[in-house]
């Protein structure tokens, strides 16, 4: 009886945290009043992301520096490109890539660099040119010739939306801790990834650019902030931030540190995806076989 007491403590707390985290759903009288928390709500719930534990450069073993893209064309990585359509969607959805570049326009995320290496930063206004595709019509251009203003209409702006991000590409660091005897990972940077926007409707012409990289740890209150739809359970949503460092993604090894500077996979096998595809399985094995070594006497 002591056990299925405890079982239905457990089960009753759960449940309260899931009508919590609805945010007066139940007790709303208008839908104005849906999502509306009171200080002392706020207060209470003490929802932070969980901080990252210190860890002395000493007792660092060994680590591997590696790159994954994320296909958001996998089921499981649905979750980092839906909605792409949030006309009808609550405010507090948006899909990876819309949460990143409203908060670097509002000047909340200001870590925004130009590659992985995180060495040269961006600002919006140095970005936003990789964002949009303007076009001028032949008649806008006749309109020019003739000493006109060039109507509106004759002038086409194409925007990257979310329904362009093809991959999400991120940076991390595989390393043995010895103090607590495991393997863990370290999430550092992430990337939205879209076709050229100046090539973007031309189908011969279909290379894919990283629009900016974002060092991770810096927006981790933005992601947790950020919530994800939750399909085994409405009323308990998850955060970017609980999605990205528990790993749950299907990513897949692009790159590696290495001698050759860094050199990505496609680099050094060329034109067979069978290969490249069992080159990066190979890399993720070896990682992972090295924590396994390590209780092999």
């Known amino acids: 009886m002591k056990f299925k007491g405890f079982i239905f403590t457990i089960t009753a707390m759960v449940a309260s945290s899931g009508i919590m985290a609805q945010a007066n759903l139940l007790n ?4 104005d009043a849906v999502g509306v928390r009171t200080a002392e ?8 992301p969980l901080e990252y534990g210190y860890v002395n450069d000493r007792d660092v073993l060994w680590s591997k520096t590696v790159w994954e893209k994320i296909d958001l064309d996998e089921r499981i990585n649905f979750p980092y490109y839906y909605p792409t359509d949030t006309v009808d969607i609550a405010a507090d959805r948006r899909s990876l890539y819309d ?14 660099y130009v590659d992985s290496y995180f060495t040269e930063k961006r600002t919006y206004d140095d970005i936003k040119a990789t964002l949009r595709k303007v076009d001028t019509l032949d008649l806008g251009y006749e309109q020019l010739n003739a000493g006109e203003t060039i109507s509106p209409e004759y002038i086409n702006i194409r925007d ?8 999400i590409r ?12 495991e393997m863990k ?5 992430i990337a939205p990834v879209a076709p050229d926007v100046n090539f973007i409707d031309d189908e011969s012409n279909y290379d894919l650019v990283e629009l900016f990289w974002v060092w991770f740890p810096s927006v981790r209150d933005i992601l947790h902030e950020s919530k994800v739809f939750n399909n085994r359970n409405t009323s308990m949503p998850l955060t970017y931030d609980h999605l990205l460092n528990s790993r749950r993604f299907n990513g897949l090894i692009y790159k ?3 001698v050759y500077g860094d050199r990505d996979i496609v680099e050094y096998i060329q034109e067979n995806a069978l290969m490249q595809l069992l080159e990066s399985d190979r890399i993720r094995t070896r ?3 090295f924590e396994q070594d390590m209780w092999t006497y």
């Open 41 to 48: 709500q706020i207060a209470e719930d003490n929802d932070y």
């Open 160 to 167: 990257l939306t979310a329904a362009d991000i093809e991959e």
């Open 28 to 31: 709303a009288k208008t839908p």
């Open 170 to 181: 991120i940076k991390g660091v595989w390393y043995f801790d010895k103090k607590q005897g």
């Open 99 to 112: 949460v990143l570049l409203k908060n670097i326009k509002n000047g909340r995320i200001e870590n925004v």
């Open 287 to 289: 990682i992972h076989d």
């Open 256 to 258: 590696e540190d290495n």
């Open 185 to 189: 990972y370290r999430l550092l940077g």
